[in-house]
């Protein structure tokens, strides 16, 4: 139990309830997340695989069911509470890496300190360099966002959803819009991170050659876990 | 990165320099809003000043005369009048009854500057073959050149009354061939006449002062128009100008004499000031409402092509209190920065009107004043202005859901 990171209980999740268009998209949902573990979230598309992640990132909130993060049942905590929560335990990685173009990849680091602290500090900073190295992309850490390739921008957005050291990574589609090459690569940083740091990832991915280098499988069939 | 900002205040301005030209555009637009503004306030307030300086300086801000003099009915015995209907009589030139007493009780009235008797009536110069109407004033120069400055009129000559001096209007001169050192005869309705010499002539800017205007001893005008010792007029200057109405009835009150203050007797000035306040309150008004639509429209579309950034900012953590902060810092500095570019503007043109727009003479139209309360003022407003415009559009940052939001 102490090692457990995220739980859910018959997690259901519908939309436009009580109208003709009431349409549910996630039918009873149990999964269990352990430390450590890195788990591929698999499916067709339109399955709820992205639904179930907004859930678990605490950005959207399940019609039914409860949710655990770090033992901590999430269904009673106001906005502002999962606000903090979020920001404490679960790192993004979007598809599209969201970098913001506005703030150079080192500031695109530094944000989850930033607006934690309020005030940015030689410390945030230091922080943002050794995950920035860590990265492999030291060199460009001046670089505009969207001056960088999209492998790059893709390492930028790993980098800086470990920025607070979370418990729990959260990775839609990571992948999805690089290269084989450029993909593993990614895919294999992030392996290296859960390995060394103990972060539990969870990936949602269409690449099966990716998704069977992971620790379990979890696919996900209309709503509902099927393996 | 600044060490020293918050991270709202690093997101809002750099939100702004990243959206460059759009951030360049509003700016402009309300920088030309507050130039207006700065522009207007201030013409208006030199153009009013330089009014009131110019009424103030040649005219007494209270004058006291005569009551006006009544014809009672005549009666025969208790309620019972031989005639009613009575007929207004003609206004002789009287003396202000026990004037010296009422000066002296002028002088120690609170609020008071200045006071000083005159004798007013109308006259014929005459020289030579030529003869015009004139307005006299017989004046004691000591205490009267501290309420109206003569000295500052006087284009020739010099402003010194002795019994047999006279000052007279530049037009005058000209009408009668006369300059200083020339005789004139004063003629009064009685018939007595006075040879008066030219000692100096004045312009007071008015075509038609200036051909009636003279003055002369005070001693003079009175042997000249027959009260002996009387004054018609007890003129007086005031601390506060504004204050010369209230002071002027509470005088009439307590006096038998008339107090017109200078706010009655020039009403349609003071009409005029106030139509001016109030379009220019209405102008400025309406171009803060513009400035206002103009910052929240940017915005809005602002928080449209940051969604994403809103939603990221959001999955990172940041509360919505965060995300409203960004934007009205950003309504804010918009506000801000526009108001600087808009007072140096305003401050600019004024400048530039005030040294190519002349009056005829070549003097000054307006005086340039240029009071810092005006900027800090207009620069606290137009950044309130922006906070308060960029309400609704960071409310509706700070509602995004966060899910949407990243979507897009």
């Not at chain 1, 989850?112 to 005030?119: M, Q």
């Not at chain 2, 995300?323 to 004024?350: K, T, W």
Request: neutral net charge.
């Amino acid at each position: 139990m102490a090692d457990e990171v995220l739980r859910l209980e018959k997690v259901r999740k519908a939309y436009n309830i009580g109208m003709p268009s009431h349409t549910e998209v996630l039918h009873g949902i149990d999964l269990k997340l352990e430390r450590g573990q890195f788990l591929a979230l698999t499916g067709p598309s339109g399955s709820g695989k992205s639904t179930l992640l907004n859930i678990i990132g605490l950005l959207d909130q399940p019609t039914s069911g409860r949710l655990f993060i770090k033992g901590q049942d999430t269904s009673a905590l106001g906005d502002a509470a999962i606000t903090l929560l979020r920001g404490h335990t679960i790192g993004f990685v979007f598809q599209d890496h969201h970098l913001i173009s506005a703030f150079t990849a080192l500031e695109n680091v530094m944000m989850p300190l930033l607006v934690d602290r309020g005030f940015p500090n030689a410390q945030i900073e230091s922080r943002a360099n050794d995950l920035m190295a860590q990265v492999g992309l030291e060199n460009v850490a001046g670089n505009r966002a969207t001056n960088m390739s999209g492998g790059q921008q893709q390492r930028v957005a790993i980098a800086r959803s470990l920025a607070m050291n979370p418990d729990l990574v959260l990775a839609d589609e990571p992948t999805g819009n690089l290269d084989t090459k450029s993909a593993d690569s990614v895919f294999e940083l992030m392996r290296e991170v859960n390995r060394e740091s103990g972060t539990s990832f969870l990936m949602v991915t269409h690449n099966l050659d990716l998704a069977k280098r992971c620790d379990r499988i979890i696919e996900v069939v209309d709503g509902k876990i099927a393996s | 990165m600044n060490f020293w900002l918050p991270f709202e205040w690093i997101a809002a301005v750099r939100f702004l320099r990243e959206g460059r030209m759009q951030t360049l555009f509003i700016i402009s637009g309300i920088a030309i809003g507050v130039g207006v503004i700065v522009f207007m306030s201030a013409l208006l307030t030199g153009l009013e000043a330089n009014f009131i300086k110019r009424v103030l300086t040649s005219q007494a801000q209270i004058e006291l005369i005569p009551p006006d003099q009544i014809a009672r009915p005549l009666r025969n015995g208790p309620g019972v009048f031989e005639n009613a209907i009575v007929q207004r009589p003609s206004q002789r030139v009287i003396s202000i009854d026990q004037w010296p007493k009422i000066r002296d009780r002028m002088f120690a009235t609170p609020g008071v500057t200045g006071v000083s008797p005159t004798m007013a009536g109308s006259a014929l110069a005459v020289r030579g073959a030529a003869s015009r109407s004139i307005s006299l004033s017989g004046i004691e120069p000591g205490t009267y050149f501290k309420i109206i400055r003569i000295p500052d009129y006087i284009v020739a000559g010099q402003a010194r009354l002795t019994n047999d001096d006279i000052i007279i209007g530049i037009e005058l001169a000209k009408d009668l061939g006369a300059t200083v050192g020339d005789k004139l005869n004063i003629q009064a309705a009685s018939g007595t006449v006075m040879a008066l010499t030219v000692t100096g002539l004045i312009d007071l800017g008015s075509k038609g002062a200036n051909q009636r205007t003279t003055y002369v001893a005070l001693r003079t005008a009175q042997s000249l128009l027959g009260i002996v010792g009387g004054v018609t007029t007890i003129e007086m200057t005031v601390q506060n100008i504004y204050d010369a109405e209230t002071l002027a009835e509470q005088i009439q009150a307590s006096n038998y004499v008339e107090a017109d203050s200078w706010i009655a007797t020039n009403a349609q000035f003071f009409t005029a000031v106030r139509a001016q306040e109030t379009s220019n309150t209405m102008i400025r008004l309406f171009v803060a409402l513009s400035v206002a639509f103009g910052i929240a429209a940017v915005l809005v579309v602002s928080v449209i092509q940051r969604s994403k950034d809103i939603g990221i900012l959001r999955s990172m953590g940041a509360s919505r209190g965060q995300v409203l902060r960004i934007f009205l810092l950003q309504g804010g500095l918009l506000g801000f920065a526009g108001a600087l570019v808009g007072s140096a503007l305003g401050m600019v043109g004024l400048v530039y009107w005030h040294s190519a727009i002349r009056q005829a003479d070549g003097t000054e139209l307006f005086p340039l004043i240029l009071e810092p309360a005006l900027f800090v003022i207009t620069i606290i407003l137009a950044t309130f202005t922006g906070l308060l415009a960029a309400t609704a559009p960071a409310v509706r940052a700070a509602r995004l859901n966060p899910v949407e939001a990243i979507r897009g």
